[in-house]
């Protein structure tokens, strides 16, 4: 009926360049996959198994317990370190975004204190 009426078929056709750039960039994790299953050696003996740790010889087992400590600390200094990544943008474009834009800068980083706070007073920064 569309191609009747002189309607294109394809009504975001300025999209064509980004269509194939997303069938690509999804073909290129496949082709990898696939290319690795059929090139890399089949061999699953001996030293292939064992777990390489610079160069040492392994002492133990890979299963051991770690205090969730060392996880919280991870996890706050990742949370922390991404979210103050978003000031950057802030930073560099502050002269032109006005007074709304630094309220709302305000209130991210008391949001990011506030936080700051609750996870001192837990203990997840606790090291020891």
């Known amino acids: 009926m569309r191609a009747r009426l002189g309607l294109p078929m394809f009504v975001l056709s300025g999209y064509d360049a980004f269509l194939g750039f997303l069938l690509i960039s999804a073909a290129v994790p496949v082709l990898a996959l696939v290319a690795n299953k059929l090139l890399a050696p089949k061999s699953r003996a001996g030293e292939r198994q064992l777990t390489y740790e610079s160069g040492m010889e392994p002492i133990g087992g890979a299963w051991i317990q770690f205090n969730i400590r060392y996880y919280m600390f991870a996890l706050v200094f990742v949370i922390f ?40 007073r837990k203990g997840a920064l606790e090291w020891s």
């Open 81 to 120: 370190d991404v979210e103050t990544v978003f000031l950057y943008p802030w930073a560099v474009a502050f002269h032109r975004l006005g007074l709304l834009a630094f309220i709302e800068a305000l209130i991210f980083i008391s949001i990011l204190v506030l936080a700051l706070a609750y996870a001192w």
